[in-house]
Structures are given as structure tokens and as C-alpha cells.
């Protein structure tokens, strides 16, 4: 399985409802707690206009998107750390995914109860960040105890974990999240390491009402100052107008709907974008008469590697890759064009994948 969103908040704040509209599943969305018990793990395509663009100027027989799984993850309530609720099964579900995506209630609605009895997304980000952060704390103490025991030894680099150690615990004694504390590459690397909650990079989902969704309301400008500490992005979307949206049967109908709203496109592409972003996915392309495809692979991965996405054997055999910039692509319009043009390049094992790139590879097994 590849990497993972997963989607959690407190209880009845749209989250389950947030994820039918991105999957077009039917996972139960209902107006009491606890209403997701087990885990809803769902494949999202990921919306892409360059794959279209190349659709339209290759006219292959087929075109398949990338995709990215979502996992629908139970609500959390006050003592989940201590195992309240349905916090032990919650703390492990999040421990499994890669990314967060933490939706907040900013929305009032009197048929829609709230757990606390009002709507508040600051307090409600506070609940869960301190559950979470008490479970840290207990990772983040264990290991502290090692590095004691090691330093002991008196070896310099023992001692200099030790420091980060406690500057880590320290930090979630203030009651911050480990993504919010600036370490060096050594102390990043112990984060890591010691797989904590708080580190897992956010995007924050505001649920609002359906005047909201372009400019947001009181409740979304207090949850924004709150975490403007974090470097965390955060969306405004409405899950219920969402969900609306992906009931209708065709894509001129959604359109429609959308610009009725007076949106431009569909809230939970936003959000599928930024669950891809967070996650330091980028996306490269295959072009020819069969089949366009876009191809997922995370920042940074060289091209046998991104060969290996398509087939083992391609990277096992790797020779070399034909690459075009999806930009020399759509300005000169075919692959023909660019090979004429001069611009078609070469490159070998070490070349790092670029977001967009149009490849083909050779290879030999």
C-alpha cells in the first residue's frame, strides 16, 4: 500500500462526510459520536489538468489519473490518550498514516449536535493536539531514558542526543506539537525516528457553511490565528454542498452545479491536491497512442526509481530515460515536434525526476 492520509477531528464535525464526497464511497456519515468505527480507507483520483491537456493533444485510447488513499479514521474524544472512547484504536489508525488531514467544525447548525455542546474549532484543535501530544510525551520519555543510559558512556554524540531529546520532550511539555519545534538535521532525523503524532505534517480542513467556503467567517479566522505558528495550510470547504456534488451522475451536471454555487471547481479538489502535496508526492507522465498516464512518485526520486513505479524490470534494467518538460510538450504539441525541435532529453540513473516530466524509458533485462 502507498502512503496515507488519514482524515480525523472530533466527532460530528464532517469527517466522514468529508470523505464520501472525496471517494464517492458510502462510508456511514450519521449525527451521533463514534458513528466510524473501523478504519475507511479509500483510493482518490487525484485531479490533474496537465493529464488532460496531454489527452487532448496525444488522443491516446485511454487515460488513467494517479490516485492517493484517504483513510476515514475514528472521531477522538477528551482521554483518548488514556484509552477513553475509542482512543487506543484511534492513536494506533493515526500512527499508521503518513499525513493529516484534521477537519474542524466552523459551522453552526442546531440539528447538527457537537460533542461539547458548541462550536468552537480552536478548543476542538486543542482537544485533539493534547491527546496526541500526551501520547507523544510518553514515546518521546522512553526514549529519553535510553539516551540517558547511553550517555552515561560519556561519548559526545550520546550527550548531543540527550540535548535533543530533551528539547523534544520540552517542547511537548509546553504543550506544543513536535511539527511546530526547529530542530537541526540530527534532530529531525530523531523525530523520525521516534515516529511521533505531532510530527506528522497537517493540512487543516475548515467545514464552514456554504457562504463561507471563498472567504470563511469568524470561526475560520480564530482557527487561522491559532495555528499561524504551525506552517500548516488550511482549507476552506463545505462538506455538505461537497457531497452534494458527487451524488450527481454526469460531469456537466457537477459543473453546473459548481457554477451555480458560484465556485470555480470542486472544494475537495483543493483538498486532494494538498493531501498530495503534503505527502511530497509529485506526479510524472507516460504519453503515446495506448495510453496517457500520469505516474506517482515521491519529490526527489531519481529516474530508475521512477521507472520501478511502472515495473520492477524497468528499473532493474534501467539504460536511460527520454524526458520532456510537460511545458515543451504542450508548446510544441507532439513528441515528434520536440524531438524536431532538439528538446528531448536524454538522462541516466542519476538524473532526479522533475514534477510534470513526460518520460519514456529504455531499459534491458
Known amino acids: 500500500m502507498g502512503l496515507q492520509c488519514g482524515i480525523v477531528g472530533l466527532p460530528n464535525v464532517g469527517k466522514s462526510t468529508l470523505f464520501n464526497a472525496l471517494t464517492s464511497a458510502k462510508a456511514l456519515a450519521a449525527n451521533y459520536p463514534f458513528a466510524t468505527k473501523d478504519p475507511n480507507v479509500g483510493v482518490i483520483t487525484v485531479p490533474d489538468p496537465r493529464l488532460d491537456k496531454l489527452t487532448e493533444l496525444v488522443n491516446p485510447k485511454k487515460t488513467i489519473p494517479t490516485t492517493v488513499d484517504i483513510v476515514d479514521i475514528a472521531g477522538l474524544i477528551k482521554g483518548a490518550s488514556k484509552g477513553e472512547g475509542l482512543g487506543n484504536q484511534f492513536l494506533g489508525n493515526i500512527r499508521e498514516v503518513d499525513a493529516i488531514l484534521h477537519v474542524v467544525r466552523c459551522f453552526e447548525d442546531d440539528n447538527v449536535v457537537h460533542v461539547d455542546g458548541s462550536v468552537d474549532p480552536v478548543r476542538d484543535k486543542d482537544i485533539i493536539d493534547t491527546e496526541l501530544i500526551f501520547k507523544d510525551l510518553e514515546t518521546a520519555e522512553k526514549r529519553l531514558d535510553k539516551l540517558r543510559k547511553a550517555a552515561k558512556s560519556g561519548e559526545k554524540e550520546a550527550k548531543r542526543a540527550v540535548e535533543m531529546g530533551e528539547a523534544i520532550v520540552s517542547h511537548l511539555e509546553a504543550g506544543k506539537p513536535a511539527r511546530s519545534l526547529d530542530l537541526e538535521d540530527d534532530g529531525q532525523e530523531m523525530l523520525k525516528e521516534m515516529m511521533l503524532l505531532t510530527a506528522k505534517p497537517i493540512l487543516y480542513v475548515c467545514n464552514v457553511d456554504m457562504d463561507s467556503t471563498e472567504s470563511g467567517n469568524e470561526h475560520t479566522e ?25 451524488e450527481l451522475e454526469t460531469k456537466e451536471e457537477r459543473m453546473e452545479f459548481i457554477e451555480e454555487m ?20 509529485i506526479t510524472y507522465f507516460t504519453a503515446g497512442e495506448k495510453e496517457v498516464r500520469a505516474w506517482t512518485i515521491v519529490e526527489g526520486t531519481k529516474a530508475p526509481g521512477a521507472a520501478g513505479v511502472i515495473h520492477t524490470d524497468f528499473e532493474k534494467g534501467f539504460i536511460r530515460a527520454e524526458v520532456i518538460p510537460y511545458q515543451d510538450y504542450v508548446d510544441l504539441g507532439s513528441e515528434q515536434a520536440v524531438k524536431e525541435a532538439g528538446k528531448l532529453n536524454v538522462e541516466g540513473k542519476e538524473y532526479v525526476v522533475n514534477d510534470g516530466d513526460v518520460m519514456h524509458f529504455r531499459f534491458n533485462v
Open 222 to 246: 480564530a482557527f487561522k490565528a491559532a495555528v499561524a505558528n504551525e506552517n500548516a495550510e488550511v482549507l476552506y470547504i463545505s462538506a455538505s454542498i461537497e457531497a452534494d456534488i458527487a
Open 262 to 281: 458560484g465556485l470555480t471547481e470542486p472544494g475537495v479538489n483543493r483538498v486532494i491536491q494538498g493531501a498530495y502535496s503534503l505527502l511530497n508526492l
